[in-house]
């Protein structure tokens, strides 16, 4: 009798439900609670409307460990049917549909999920890695079902490769001043119609009061936000770090062909020096500031690229629209003439994509804001070692970054 009271306050039974019998089975290492509903009318699972039961049938569900025995709590649940939404099982007080553990078991797993891997929790909580795993799918299901539909007035949208090959997700992130960047949504693929599919889910009154939208220079994310934010044009900013990343790319282009003609000519004068030029001036080492001192000072075309790249940096100091654009049309005139032909190449793809660069000095917004959570979604790559499907790293992210309400809700 006392075994029935005490599973009775550990599961939060009430009439109608009650525990009726608790059996130990010590070569199995188990306890099992039997629990039994004594009322003769149930209501609906979906609308809640009385009715006569429909039969019952046999569950089981994990629970919480009692003494270091597995604990498994057995009912027949009754069924109802209902004439408008057919036969169902009605709902459990210890445990959500469709679960097959109680929702103090699942509060425990969930917890040791985000501490650790799925294989991990599942060696730890003595289930399986896919029990571990629909535990974690029936989180984010539900805490997304809980999150509400909203448009942030500053969003940044990046792209977030999931290890090796072309598996990407789209990444929505909300930026507020003085607040780390929150996740908005998480979509498969890097195309047009990834991005749709987050503007489609707002409304129009919502996409009115986006104000500023930061993204890289892909045509994708440009044209979807361009289709649905009314206004697009002036309130998309292309993202510095992207930008500077592009003059990096090209003085790299220049150092390899320069390198290689010095080679053929029985010179090593850039051997070693990649990481040198692509260091901002200021965060050189002091170490290697004499060496980087003399390469600086000889004609090289690897130098003129450095300090073309070193200009563009300050371009960032402007501190409005118009300001912004004289110091490109000198910076530009400069690139053109450098006879650098990846260089003249960035150049012009920035020139074309102006617009949306000096909007920079009405916005101040960049994807930086994100740099912390795309850091925290890569250590989830690396923990995985990659992933081969998208909506399991969709659904990682979510679970470990969503800022979602998981938890089952109390009985």
């Known amino acids: 009798m006392q075994d029935i009271q005490l599973y009775e306050q550990l599961l939060g039974l009430s009439g109608p439900w009650a525990v009726v019998r608790v059996t130990m089975k010590r070569e199995a290492q188990e306890i099992e609670v039997e629990v039994r509903c004594l009322a003769t009318v149930w209501g609906c699972p979906t609308c809640g409307k009385q009715m006569q039961g429909h039969g019952q049938e046999e569950r089981r569900w994990r629970h919480l460990d009692s003494c270091q025995f597995k604990t498994l709590v057995v009912c027949a649940v009754p069924r109802v049917r209902c004439l408008e939404h057919g036969t169902q099982q009605v709902a459990v007080p210890w445990a959500e549909r469709r679960s097959r ?23 730890l909580l003595g289930i399986s890695w896919a029990e571990a795993d629909g535990i974690k799918q029936r989180a984010v299901a539900r805490g997304l079902a809980r999150k509400p539909v909203s448009a942030p007035a500053r969003l940044c949208v990046d792209e977030k490769s999931a290890g090796r090959g072309q598996n990407y997700l789209t990444i929505v992130a909300s930026v ?77 282009e220049v150092r390899k062909a320069e390198h290689r003609s010095l080679l053929e000519a029985g010179q090593r004068t850039l051997s070693g020096s990649k990481q040198l030029w692509l260091y901002g001036e ?56 450098s006879r650098l032909e990846p260089v003249k190449k960035v150049a012009r793809m920035f020139q074309r994509h102006l617009d949306n660069i000096v909007t920079c000095f009405q916005h101040r917004l960049s994807n930086g804001s994100i740099a912390g959570l795309n850091n925290k979604i890569q250590s989830l790559v690396k923990k995985a070692c990659g992933y081969r499907n998208p909506e399991r790293f969709k659904t990682d992210i979510f679970f470990h970054l969503g800022g979602l309400n998981l938890y089952p809700s109390p009985q």
């Open 101 to 123: 553990f109680t929702r103090l078991f699942e509060r425990l797993a969930m917890d040791v999920l985000l501490e650790c891997s799925v294989l991990g929790a599942g060696e």
């Open 176 to 252: 507020a001043a003085g607040r780390s960047a929150t996740l908005e949504y998480v979509g498969a693929g890097r195309k047009r119609e990834t991005l749709d599919a987050y503007w489609q889910s707002l409304t129009p009154a919502q996409r009115i009061g986006v104000e500023a939208v930061g993204m890289d220079l892909g045509e994708p994310f440009f044209n979807s936000t361009l289709a649905h934010v009314p206004g697009a044009a002036n309130k998309i900013v292309h993202d510095p770090f992207h930008l500077v990343s592009y003059m990096n790319a090209a003085l790299n």
């Open 282 to 337: 200021e965060n050189l080492p002091a170490e290697r500031a004499a060496e980087f001192a003399r390469l600086k000072g000889q004609k090289l075309q690897t130098s003129r690229a450095w300090a073309i790249k070193e200009l563009f940096r300050d371009f960032w100091d402007c501190e409005s629209v118009a300001e912004g654009r004289h110091f490109f049309r000198r910076w530009y005139d400069w690139a053109i003439r």
